[in-house]
Structure formats: structure tokens, C-alpha cells
């Protein structure tokens, strides 16, 4: 239906994007009404950052509960409020750029979803069938069922946890975070425990998030602390090993970085040059 009225532009973009990804990234992948549903749900996950940019909580996109001895997820509003986006998109130019965004937004996720799903060394020709097969296993939640097929909650849940993870943090972890996705999945399908609810098993999401949040700056060294660090460095900059004193250019620097799970505390800061610190980026020596 959207195909027929919305912003040509827009369906065009969806459409190339789910074709790129259709061997893996995919809900059903076999004949031309199964490409429709691909597209129905790209489309809802660019909702879903639709709504984000606006700046609406995640509990009022996606809608967790439990049912019938398991946890389920669909969109919060009404279906119908994807075509009034849509029309909204298709009318006023503001709308189309936000929304072209949270396709860039989609797009963004689904190459952490490759990140996570990729932790052996395949070659172009063999990717595909991996990572379907990788994203297969992670949604059948430790079941061999012969009659398995992927659902958009399946994928609805996957974006809730994932998407606050950054893009360092979760290439840094990723061989440990594809393991705790298993387990969710895995408790989100086999919750016959009766005690075991939506409510706990978004407590487990949070704490998972928590684990790879990213800390925030908070310290602020002082110049005799700033001094009392290159002192106990030995006049040395630990990154190139050059002679480093109070009045050259320096940066504070984290030992190992905020973006793959560092803390902002004085035993994780050490003072750089300048220059060395910008070469460094986010690396670490984990030694």
C-alpha cells in the first residue's frame, strides 16, 4: 500500500537497502509477497528511529510483555501510525530529511548486527549464508525446530537491546555480547517460569546495556595533578615514549578508552602529548 502513495524517494531508498541485505537481514526470503514483508518491516524499524529523533521513550515505540509462557514484542502505537508518518514524509520536506536520517539510523544498526554476528574470518562468497545462518541461531534460542521462521519481534527486540550500544564498545565486545544476546533470546522464549515477566526481563536488558554503556567525562584535573601524573609516568609520554614535562602540549588521556568500556576514574587517566594522544584514537593495550 505505502508503495502506491508515499514518497517515491523514500520507498526507493527502502528498497534498495532491503535488497542489499535480503540474503540475511531478512523476515521471510522466498517469493515476491515475502519481499513486501522485508520491506514492511525495514519500514517499522525506521519508525522506530523516526520516533527516537523525536525524542519519544523507547517504551512508547516498542511494546514488551508476556504471553503465553513467553516475552513478545510489537509496536506501542497504533500500526496506522507508520502511514501517518509516511504522509507526514511525503508533505512536508522536514519530515522527509528526518526521516532519510533514521534510514541511515537503520542502516547503522544492522551493520552492529553484522558486527556482532561475525566472529570468524569468512570470505564475500560464503558471508551471506553465515550470517543468516549466525542470526538464525541467536532468534531459535537453543531449539531445533524444523518449523523455526523469523518474526518481527524477533527483530523488534533485537533493536531494543542493541541500538544504545556504540559502535566501538560493541566491536570491542562483540565475540561476548553475541553470547549474553543468546541467553535473552533464550530466556525470551522459554519464560514458563510464572515469576518471570516482561518487567524482569527488561531488568536483564538494562543491566546487559549498563555493562557496555559508555562512561561519561566527569574528572577534571587540576594542574598539580596533571604534574603529579607525568611524575609518576617518569617525565615519559605513554603512548610514543617521548620526554614529556608541564608546558608542552598535552591532553588527559584514558589508559583505555570510554568508547570500548573504560572508566573515568584517576587509575584509568595518564597525560599525553597532544599530537601521540590524537594518532592513538580509540586503540588499547589490553597488556
Known sequence: MWN????????TKIKDNVNEYREWFHLKLAKDLDRM?????????VYFEFKQLQEQNIEKIVKIYKQNNRINARLAPIKGDISSVLTKVSERQEDKELFMNSIIKVEKFISKVKCVLLDEDKDKNHLDIYLKNELDSIYKARKENRYFRRTKQDFYILWYILNPLNDEMLRYHRKTIKKELKNLFYK??????SNYDEHKFKKEIEKF?????????????SDSEKEMLIKKQGNRCPISGDPLFMGDEIEVDHKKPLAIGGLDSID?????????NRRKGT?????
Open 209 to 221: 546495556q549498563n555493562k557496555y554503556k559508555q562512561d561519561k567525562r566527569k574528572i577534571k584535573l
Open 283 to 287: 586503540k588499547y593495550n589490553n597488556s
Open 37 to 45: 514483508e522485508n520491506e514492511e518491516l525495514y519500514t517499522s524499524l
Open 268 to 276: 584509568n587517566l595518564q597525560i599525553t602529548h597532544k599530537n601521540a
Open 4 to 11: 502506491s502513495w508515499a514518497e517515491r524517494e523514500v520507498i
Open 188 to 193: 525470551m522464549k522459554n519464560s514458563e517460569n
